[in-house]
């Protein structure tokens, strides 16, 4: 990095907002709508940043007063800007109780979050809380919490207390409905809790669901170099991020109380869902399709896949004849069009953006992005052989094994369950079977429907790979 390190130059905004999991995404998402929406319109809206996990982001923004560069990266240039927007960074690890103290603050009106799935501690194929995962255990029993639930309920307990109005809790993951998820999680752990405090959450609290969008590969050491070159200062935690930005949000807040987002771009809107369902099948949905069969076909990147003819070709008939037609397009958008625009996104060569990062916590995504397309097709008579094919190729993954005998770095909270699953299956059809009886991801009813043309895929996998199956499923 250059000596001289990027520093704040002007002061930021008073909070107003606690964001909990200040990954890559939110930085070049949320904060950055913010920022722009404080500078059309004014407000109290500076952020205090929270990692849940690692000090690893306070650690690198600390220096630089909390601030960072967001680069654009277009098909043909860079273009960076610096983002002054969060007055601060905790780490929950070291010290819950300041975070709680923050939360609690009433300056602050919106609490928001990207937690990714995982972090809801809820089961991905239901949406309920997990009253057994040891995070929830923990924060049922002890004052000071760790999961994120449980910061949202201890902040809202001491709210209440004190006698202040809660703040609005805004999900910013890509779950269905993720207001309504996050809402239920919090009331199943307050009432554990405390059941008047529960009662309290239901009446007082606002919890709108959003879609967001924008392309955000997690940053990579070679990108710190790059973007040190290019502004000739040292920036330990930039973004790296597509020029294309979506962000639909619920309008429902404690008080009426938020940024200006609308003058920065967001639509808010009375219902998101028709956003939100066409965003996780359409977009995430052939993300996590790529993922899996673009690993194991040998495609590093988004990119590189696409740029493989018959992995395109198999993106383009996911999106017209397999999940379009489950989709009822939000007024005025043409699908068609959606997915011409996907097309080129992810076609952009500047976006490093690893089929392995998306391969990440597939237990978790494969729900809301494939299988319930899967079964609204399923259930209207339609074919599916590429989303089956997406779903094999996932259980391929989770074994642990690439196409080259190579063992696969697999991430994912379940992953040792699903890897003993599939070393404990004899044939490829007891192997299927045992992933199937998973039921955080699949329920009994669609484990029974999938079953046979699952099994069907995965052998073709085994027997020709990726690739070549992908061409026996084109149409
Ligand atoms: C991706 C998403 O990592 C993943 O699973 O599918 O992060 C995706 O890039 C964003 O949702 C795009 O808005």
Redesign the pocket.
């Known amino acids: 990095m250059p000596a001289e390190r990027l520093t704040r130059t002007v002061a930021a905004p008073k909070p107003g907002i606690v964001h909990l999991g200040l990954g890559a995404?939110y930085r070049a998402h949320g904060a950055i709508y913010t920022a722009d929406a404080i500078a059309k319109s004014g407000g109290d809206w500076g952020i205090i940043g929270v990692s849940l996990q690692s000090p690893t982001m306070r650690d690198a923004l600390t220096p630089q007063g909390g601030t960072y560069m967001a680069v654009e990266l277009g098909p043909e240039a860079s273009q960076p800007r610096h983002i002054q927007i969060i007055d601060r960074v905790l780490a929950a690890r070291e010290d819950p109780q300041v975070v709680l103290e923050a939360m609690s603050d009433p300056a602050i009106r919106i609490v928001s979050l990207t937690v990714t799935e995982k972090g809801y501690c809820h089961e991905p194929s239901t949406g309920e809380l997990n009253l057994d995962h040891p995070d929830i255990q923990h924060d049922i029993a002890q004052p000071l919490p760790c999961s994120a639930p449980g910061y949202l309920v201890r902040a809202l307990q001491a709210r209440r207390a004190a006698g202040f109005a809660p703040f609005t809790v805004q999900s910013c993951d890509?779950l269905p409905d993720n207001g309504r998820v996050v809402r239920g999680v919090v009331l199943a752990l307050a009432q554990q809790i405390d059941p008047d405090l529960a009662g309290w959450i239901a009446a007082e609290g606002c919890f709108p669901s959003s879609m967001?969008?924008?392309?955000?590969p997690a940053t990579k050491p070679q990108d710190i170099v790059h973007v040190a070159d290019l502004i000739g200062q040292g920036d330990a935690a930039p973004v790296l991020h597509e020029p294309f930005r979506q962000w639909v949000i619920e309008d429902d807040f404690v008080a009426g109380a938020r940024p200006d987002w609308q003058a920065a771009g967001a639509q808010m809107v009375g219902d998101i869902t028709a956003y939100e369902h066409m965003?996780l099948r359409m977009?995430?949905g052939t993300?996590?399709a790529l993922a899996y069969l673009g690993y194991l076909a040998g495609h590093e990147t988004i990119s590189d896949a696409m740029a493989d003819a018959r992995m395109a070709a198999l993106v383009e008939q996911l999106w017209q004849t397999e999940i379009a037609p489950t989709l009822t397009p939000p007024d005025g958008v043409s699908l068609c069009d959606y997915a011409q625009a996907l097309a080129t996104r992810y076609a952009n060569p500047q976006i490093r953006?690893l089929t392995w990062?998306?391969a990440?916590d597939g237990s978790q995504?494969l729900p809301q992005r494939i299988l319930g397309t899967l079964n609204d097709a399923m259930t209207a008579g339609r074919p599916c052989p590429g989303l089956i094919l997406a779903v094999a190729a996932w259980m391929r993954y989770v074994g642990g094994i690439d196409e080259n005998g190579h063992v696969i770095d697999v991430r994912d909270p379940l992953a040792a369950r699903l890897k003993a699953l599939s070393d404990g299956g004899q044939t490829p059809a007891d192997k299927v079977s045992a992933l199937l009886s998973v039921r955080e991801v699949f329920s009994a009813d669609q484990a029974e429907a999938l079953k046979v043309p699952v099994t069907a895929a995965y052998q073709r996998l085994l027997e020709i790979g990726a690739r070549d199956s992908i061409k026996e499923v084109l149409a």
């Open positions: 995404f890509n967001v969008d924008r392309i955000v965003k977009l995430n993300h996590s953006h990062q998306i990440m995504k």
